[in-house]
């Protein structure tokens, strides 16, 4: 409905969204990890104290980062040539509210509550998409689409705060027994491993990311928003195999704290991604123009030949996702070099080979081959390493 030229400029917002949300993955991913902990160690008291202190953190982030936002959104908006100012104010505050609702979000996943979690997600995806699709056709355009963005993740943070409502409040036997030695959250331990996982999600994002902004920079607003479209349709292979990430990250986590075998767990999930990959991406190589014509229309049909080849290597992206997801879960970090690499690699490629679209979805290609590659030796070695350690002791 918005046509090619603005539904580009959308993504583009969308696309730096995702990387200037960066801290909100990190932070989800922690909370998931130090309540899977917790819950380990049956200790509520611990993760209510947690649950406190990161929210409590997070919305002094969120005044400082509104606060930016007014002094730089003009220069912001020059420099990315974007139609209003107003995209910059909405962008601050949909990272906001992502940034606090990534501690919530993160404690539900932690303890397993899956069944709320969905809920909240299909709830919010749900409102987000009427209420963006209501406002674009009653002449709202992007501020529609990116209001529509705003009001359902604020929907969605208040429905993970009614779900732990049991987390939050926090009885007088719970205060008493967080000041014994040892029932306290090791703060240094908690902003060491954000940090770990704020250069994780940096690069994950750009490894996902960067493609379409570099397309915004070396084609034309029409191009642009055909890429996007042709973008958009094939990440479903990925957000598919981040389900199956984000369900075995807290898993792992707690068999690691009750010293429990765990390799299983991720041969599961990569089996379970390869089935979904290929039923997913044979269905978009035989109704790639079916599948565009249906969500976009007519006039986006024009790249819909590569369809099928984008979502493969969405479907080796997802597998990147979901074995740094794994490394995360274990508190190792080793694996942030090959993403650091993979990043670069693909930065390079797109910029010295972009004549067309085939080539672009080439190289971003050839640097997910290499990341994957690169993590999958990880893996075989920290099996290696676990054997080894069985078989001394």
């Known amino acids: 409905m918005l046509g090619p030229e603005s539904f580009g400029e959308l993504t583009v917002i969308i696309s730096l969204l995702f990387i200037l949300v960066v801290p909100s993955a990190p932070l989800q991913i922690v909370s998931a990890r130090f309540s899977a902990i917790s819950q380990a160690q049956e200790s509520l008291a611990k993760l209510k104290q947690f649950f406190k ?6 919305v002094l982030v969120g005044l400082g980062l509104i606060i930016v936002t007014i002094i730089f959104a003009q220069s912001v908006q020059n420099f990315l040539n974007l139609s209003s100012i107003n995209y910059i104010y909405f962008l601050s505050g949909i990272t906001v509210i992502m940034l606090i609702a990534g501690v919530s979000k993160g404690t539900l996943q932690g303890i397993k509550r899956f069944t709320q979690l969905s809920i909240t997600t299909v709830i919010e995806s749900v409102v987000r998409v009427v209420l963006a699709v209501v406002l674009v056709i009653l002449g709202f355009k992007i501020s529609g689409a990116l209001i529509g963005f705003l009001i359902s993740l604020i929907i969605g943070y208040l429905l993970t705060i009614y779900f732990l409502r049991d987390v939050i409040s926090e009885p007088k036997k719970d205060s008493e027994i967080i000041k014994k030695p040892g029932k306290r959250i ?20 750009i490894l996902l990311n960067i493609d379409i902004i570099l397309v915004k920079h070396y084609f034309t607003g029409f191009e642009a928003g055909i890429y ?24 792992v986590a707690f068999k690691q704290e009750k010293n429990q075998n765990y390799f299983h767990l991720l041969k599961i999930a990569v089996l379970i991604g390869l089935a979904i990959s290929f039923f997913v991406c044979l269905i978009l190589f035989l109704f790639s123009s079916q599948f565009i014509g249906l969500f976009f229309g007519a006039e986006y049909i024009e790249g819909s030949s590569l369809l099928g080849y984008y979502s493969l290597a969405m479907a080796l992206f997802g597998f990147i996702f979901l074995l740094s997801y794994f490394f995360m879960a274990l508190n190792k970090f080793k694996f942030l070099y090959i993403l650091a690499i993979g990043s670069v690699m693909e930065v390079s490629l797109i910029s010295i080979w972009h004549q067309n679209f085939a080539q672009i979805i080439s190289m971003f290609s050839i640097a997910f081959i290499f990341t994957l590659m690169g993590l999958g030796f990880l893996i075989f070695s920290q099996k290696r390493v676990l054997q080894y350690q069985k078989i001394k002791n």
């Open 53 to 58: 202190y990161l929210t409590k953190i997070m």
């Open 186 to 205: 090791n703060k240094k331990e908690i902003w060491q491993y954000v940090l770990k996982s704020f250069l994780v999600f940096l690069f994950l994002n």
């Open 228 to 251: 996007s479209a042709l973008s958009t349709v094939a990440r479903i292979v990925f957000l598919l195999i981040s389900l199956l990430a984000g369900i075995l990250f807290p898993v």
